[in-house]
């Protein structure tokens, strides 16, 4: 089986993206690990595949995949260069579609000095939902972690996080908790781990362990999930910079009930075949 593809990236946290619209594209996790290896496949964090739609009031399916070949939720950087990649493969002339994902549908935007604005939802705190095992659904929750009681913010954006404040975003132990805090039994689904430091009302910095993948350069709902949880806990005020080992993005939130936005950049750094 030969397959078309772009490799691209938003931030930094790059991705393979394929076209299951004009060819039929059938991955077993083995091949999309394979896809995802850095040095015998093409290399990325996650795979993402455009489908056809599967009602009439929607117009592209957004199936995401992560390096380890587990399908997940959602993806925000990855909605982004979505958008971009369903324009630049002709396969769409709208600015803006609306995309059915796993977990809901999301309405990614084309804007005019080329980022890509993304509306992601309603950020869900209900511990059933996320999920998360909590008898309570207070906004900052104690959390057990190698033998520390850290505390938590466990928020949805489609996908699960769990969102710490730090001192230092450089001295985080992200490599240390990342994981820990990934497979915590109080994660049934396990989770995606946020270190954020507060540089100002607007401003934080980010690091993010992903579910799946590891510490990545950028993680989307990462972002909207930081700022979210900052907002919640009274640190932050809308729209927030995020910065990230890849770069910036831009997050705006106006509440309880409203929808988080998403602006950063997507990009393409070439397009190839690979036979499977």
Same mark, same amino acid.
């Given at each position: ?14 991705? %393979? ?24 496949g ?18 592209? !399916? ?7 070949? +587990?399908? %997940? $939720? ?5 909605? !982004? ?9 002709? *396969? ?5 579609i ?8 999301? /309405?990614? !935007? ?23 095992? /909590?008898?309570?659904?207070e ?16 928020? /949805? ?15 985080a ?6 994981? *820990?805090? $990934?497979?915590?039994? =109080? ?12 540089a +100002? !009302?607007?401003?934080i =910095? *980010?690091?993010?362990? $992903? =579910? ?10 990462g ?16 729209? %927030?910079?995020v910065?990230?080992?890849? +770069? ?7 509440g ?7 602006? +950063? ?9 690979? $036979?499977?």
């Amino acid at each position: 089986m030969r397959i078309r593809f772009s490799k691209m990236h938003g931030l930094g946290n790059d991705f %393979v993206v394929i076209d299951g619209v004009r060819q039929a594209v059938a991955l077993s996790p083995e091949q999309i690990r394979f896809l995802a290896d850095r040095h015998f496949g093409v290399g990325c964090d996650q795979l993402l595949l455009v489908e056809k739609a599967g009602r009439p009031d929607i117009d592209f !399916r957004y199936r995401i995949f992560n390096a380890d070949g +587990g399908e %997940v $939720e959602q993806c925000g950087n990855g909605a !982004r260069c979505f958008v971009r990649f369903v324009h630049e493969q002709g *396969l769409t002339e709208k600015t803006e579609i609306r995309v059915e994902t796993m977990s809901g549908v999301i /309405s990614p !935007r084309l804007e005019t000095d080329g980022n890509v604005t993304v509306d992601m939802g309603v950020p869900v705190f209900d511990p059933a939902r996320i999920p998360f095992v /909590s008898p309570t659904a207070e906004i900052v929750q104690p959390l057990e972690v190698g033998g520390e009681l850290i505390e938590i913010t466990a928020v /949805s954006m489609g996908n699960p996080h769990a969102v710490r404040v730090v001192a230092d975003v450089d001295s985080a132990p992200v490599g240390a908790q990342g994981p *820990l805090i $990934e497979a915590h039994p =109080r994660f049934p689904q396990r989770v995606n781990a946020g270190f954020m430091q507060i540089a +100002g !009302r607007q401003r934080i =910095r *980010l690091r993010v362990f $992903e =579910r799946g993948a590891g510490e990545t350069l950028a993680c989307g709902t990462g972002a909207c999930a930081a700022v979210v949880a900052g907002i919640a806990r009274g640190l932050l005020d809308s729209p %927030v910079r995020v910065e990230t080992r890849g +770069g910036e993005l831009s997050i705006a939130w106006q509440g309880p009930g409203a929808p988080v936005l998403m602006t +950063g950049p997507a990009v393409t750094v070439f397009t190839g075949e690979i $036979e499977l």
